[in-house]
Nanobody
Framework: QVHLVESGGGLVQAGGSLRLSCAAS????????MGWFRQAPGKERESVTG????????YLADSVKGRFTASRDNAKNMVYLQMNSLKPEDTAVYYC?????????????WGQGTQVTVSS
């Protein structure tokens, strides 16, 4: 079992930066692959990026390439999403999620989300 809590969202002007944090409970956090997702009003949830237990990026959405970077600190049970050069279209609720590092695993654990609003 993994319990996830996101923080760090807020209101920022276009061109600004935010760093989202995701705190995870559970002693086996390092065994989980982590993902960041987002959902804008009226849109489906989309995958932003994924990061393996060792910190390798597995996926990065085209819309955020060159601007967003995920990282993790297994010793602190934390995952981060650094977001730079924010655009109004980045406005969404951002979620972190966890899945086991094995073939066929799905993202079974989700945080409650944190709102990011980018003003133009």
């Amino acid at each position: 079992q993994v319990h996830l809590v996101e923080s760090g969202g807020g209101l920022v002007q276009a061109g600004g930066s935010l760093r989202l944090s995701c705190a995870a409970s559970g002693r086996t956090f390092s065994r989980y692959r982590m993902g960041w997702f987002r959902q804008a009003p009226g849109k489906e949830r989309e995958s932003v990026t994924g990061i393996t237990w060792s910190g390798l990026t597995t996926y990065l959405a085209d819309s955020v390439k060159g601007r967003f970077t995920a990282s993790r600190d297994n010793a602190k049970n934390m995952v981060y999403l650094q977001m730079n050069s924010l655009k109004p279209e980045d406005t969404a609720v951002y979620y972190c999620a966890a899945k086991e590092e094995r073939v066929g695993a799905t993202y079974d654990y989700w945080g409650q989300g944190t709102q990011v609003t980018v003003s133009s």
